[in-house]
T-cell receptor, first 116, second 115 residues
Framework: AQTVTQSQPEMSVQEAETVTLSCTYD???????LFWYKQPPSRQMILVIR??????QNATENRFSVNFQKAAKSFSLKISDSQLGDTAMYFC?????????????FGTGTLLAVQP | GAGVSQSPSNKVTEKGKDVELRCDPI?????LYWYRQSLGQGLEFLIY????????KSGLPSDRFSAERTGGSVSTLTIQRTQQEDSAVYLC?????????????FGQGTRLTVV
């Protein structure tokens, strides 16, 4: 079975600074996707960034980028130029590609507070 | 509607009562997920529907939990004989089959409080 681990329950960063959230996962699969979701206080889950396991190049979306280390099964999220609106719970998620089920498996989350 | 809609947004029920939570997915989305989020916890997978395939029920915590998806669209999650430990936010998501150019869209959840 696949598992996703986020070892940082809470983090804090000053506005305009850079912060990195950690995520590791365990799987024997070779084809999968990894995701970072953001959940602000409104409870609305929002996709931040996605990485396909077969791609060596790290995904980037504006101020958000990932460091994907497939051999180490690590998938960290870097937020540059942090903004107050980045304050939220961040979840790392795994999905096996193909097969009978495509369920998303989530980590326990990291609560990020951006300080003014 | 444009997004995933869940109702009610909040539900308070007495221990032992049955509750039904509703999810209206985005039109045309073949996949539908239910998750449970307890306070300070991650998202716990409950059940997954994909088209006409048999649902993946592997995450349902007990036989008090059941879900159905009628006509490949609306889904209802039913909790029978509710217990206090069932108190949580129940999130629904829908997607086309997840892949390179798709993503799961989430509703805003139903906060269930069992008193």
């Amino acid at each position: 079975a696949q598992t996703v681990t986020q070892s940082q329950p809470e983090m804090s960063v000053q506005e305009a600074e850079t912060v990195t959230l950690s995520c590791t996962y365990d799987t024997s699969e070779n084809n999968y996707y990894l995701f970072w979701y953001k959940q602000p206080p409104s409870r609305q889950m929002i996709l931040v960034i996605r990485q396909e396991a077969y791609k060596q190049q790290n995904a980037t979306e504006n101020r958000f980028s990932v460091n994907f280390q497939k051999a180490a099964k690590s998938f960290s999220l870097k937020i540059s130029d942090s903004q107050l609106g980045d304050t939220a719970m961040y979840f790392c998620a795994f999905m096996k590609y193909g097969g009978a089920t495509n369920k998303l498996i989530f980590g326990t989350g990291t609560l990020l507070a951006v300080q003014p | 509607g444009a997004g995933v809609s869940q109702s009610p947004s909040n539900k308070v029920t007495e221990k032992g009562k049955d509750v039904e939570l509703r999810c209206d997915p985005i039109s045309g989305h073949t996949a539908l997920y239910w998750y449970r989020q307890s306070l300070g916890q991650g998202l716990e997978f409950l059940i997954y529907f994909q088209g006409n395939s048999a649902p993946d029920k592997s995450g349902l915590p007990s036989d008090r939990f059941s879900a159905e998806r009628t006509g490949g669209s609306v889904s209802t999650l039913t909790i029978q004989r509710t217990q206090q430990e069932d108190s949580a936010v129940y999130l629904c998501a829908s997607s086309l089959v997840l892949g390179e150019h798709t993503e799961a869209f989430f509703g805003q959840g139903t906060r269930l409080t069992v008193v």
